[in-house]
């Protein structure tokens, strides 16, 4: 049977994220104690057959069994926020653009998607949660979902595309990922510019939750630093991933990379990248 062209996307946008050579995130040779590419690999094979239905069944519904697939094969949290970018892009139907179908089907949600996702978060469990106190996901939310995400978008810039309507994964990673992509033709190359220029431009919002938002800022100005210095190949680079993988990991820019899946899936999806392109980047810094 043939693989359905929606769940080739779904996965090979996670694959590629966990592939990529990124600073400060879990990658091949550069693994967690507790969270390995193989969690990840699995964590996508879960997924994707699930959101690639996502056309058939409300969005809530599709977060939540996601979660619950994932949650069936891995220990922790890989992939929440993965999920939640993902679910809303892969509802879209084919003939309609993302930018379009996204903001449409946001609009279109309601209380129970709130009360699915809820669930999902729940069942999740990220780091750095906390407690609010308006729509706090271990209540029953009160609004449609994406309302409540419109609640938590100053703090988190998941909850802030299901506000805005992707502005930051369609209107600035997008573009800025099939710029570099032109430029060198190398997938993985791409990723890492497009990750540097991402920290450099907006803090971490997994890192904010996690540290605060001082740390956050940190990082986006040491990021700034080696955009200044020459970018990702430099050593000031291999500095910056050092630092961002110091205190046992928990400055992980983990939101961004999650950011980045989702730029994958517009980019494969809007055909600005073909799945057979050229991945590995042969001069990578770290390899260096």
């Not at 600073?23 to 104690?33: I, S, Y």
């Not at 977060?63 to 993965?82: D, F, Y």
């Not at 986006?220 to 110091?246: K, Q, S």
Request: proline share 5%; net charge negative; charged share 20%.
């Amino acid at each position: 049977m043939p693989i359905n062209p929606l769940e080739h996307f779904v996965k090979l946008a996670c694959i590629w994220e966990v592939r990529a050579r990124k600073a400060g995130n879990v990658c091949p040779g550069r693994e967690f104690a507790d969270l390995t590419v193989n969690d990840f690999l699995r964590s996508a094979d879960a997924i994707a057959p699930i959101l690639a239905q996502s056309t058939e069944q409300p969005l809530g519904l599709t977060i939540c069994r996601a979660i619950e697939a994932t949650r069936a094969v891995v220990t922790t949290n890989t992939n929440l926020g993965i999920v939640l970018l993902l679910a809303p892009l892969a509802a879209v139907p084919a003939d309609e653009s993302l930018v379009v179908g996204v903001s449409r089907i946001l609009a279109a949600t309601t209380r129970n998607d709130a009360a699915e996702v809820f669930a999902a978060i729940r069942i999740a469990n990220p780091g750095g949660l906390g407690k609010v106190s308006s729509e706090d996901v271990h209540g029953e939310p009160t609004q449609i979902l994406r309302e409540v995400m419109a609640l938590a978008s100053e703090r988190d810039f998941i909850a802030a595309q299901y506000a805005n309507g992707f502005a930051l994964v369609l209107g600035e990673m997008l573009p800025t990922f099939r710029d570099r992509f032109r430029r060198c033709g190398v997938v993985e190359q791409a990723i890492v510019d497009l990750q540097l220029a991402t920290l450099a431009h907006w803090p971490d919002s997994l890192i904010a939750r996690k540290l605060g938002l001082e740390i956050a800022e940190e990082v986006r100005r040491r990021a700034c630093v080696v955009v200044e210095n020459g970018g990702t190949a430099t050593p000031a680079y291999r500095e910056f991933d050092a630092w961002l993988r110091g205190d046992g990991h928990r400055r992980n820019p983990g939101t961004t990379a999650d950011l980045i899946a989702a730029t994958l899936f517009a980019a494969l999806r809007e055909g600005a990248i073909d799945a057979s392109a050229a991945f590995e980047w042969t001069a990578h810094p770290f390899a260096a």
